[in-house]
């Protein structure tokens, strides 16, 4: 199944749920988050099915998809962190069912021990010697072999390092 689809199910799931919630007359603090999950299924849905529309009229692939989360994702961890450094008191709770549901559809992150044992890896690959000019080539082997899995800055800094030692 697309992420495309597993979205729109999860959102199907989360409507009858708020349903559900409101006929057992649950907590009104249940029904809100409920709310929330589906509001935030919703937009998601709506962002990632129109980039193939928009390309050739068309169901989103799943690394569309993908980019589409991560670029939700990366811009709500920035809205965090700026919320977090003006106000450290604040409640932060819907931001964090935005990030989980968010993280959901994307692979799992590559530790950092993990992404330098990659680099590493692919360095014992290449026979060249160690320079900065093979730093283009790691990042595209990355890339290819570990595509959405690994955070794009911290790869950067890990294969200069890597290169400069």
Do not use: C, H
Request: net charge negative; aromatic share 4%.
């Amino acid at each position: 199944m697309s992420i495309l689809q597993d979205i729109k199910t999860a959102k199907l799931s989360s409507m009858k749920e708020k349903g559900n919630l409101r006929k057992t007359g649950a907590d009104i603090s249940l029904i809100e988050e409920e709310n929330r999950k589906f509001s935030i299924l919703n937009t998601l849905q709506a962002e990632v099915a129109i980039v193939g529309k928009n390309n050739g009229n068309r169901e989103t692939t799943d690394k569309e998809a993908m980019s589409v989360i991560k670029k939700f994702k990366t811009n709500l961890e920035d809205l965090i962190s700026e919320k977090v450094s003006r106000n450290p008191d604040e409640d932060m709770s819907n931001f964090k069912l935005e990030l989980s549901i968010y993280e959901s559809y994307l692979p799992k992150q590559m530790s950092e021990n993990e992404l330098s044992t990659a680099i590493d890896a692919i360095l014992l690959d290449i026979d060249d010697e160690k320079s900065m000019k093979l730093m283009g080539k790691i990042m595209g082997i990355l890339s290819s072999e570990y595509q959405g899995q690994y955070d794009g800055k911290l790869a950067n800094t890990l294969v200069r390092k890597a290169l400069n030692s």
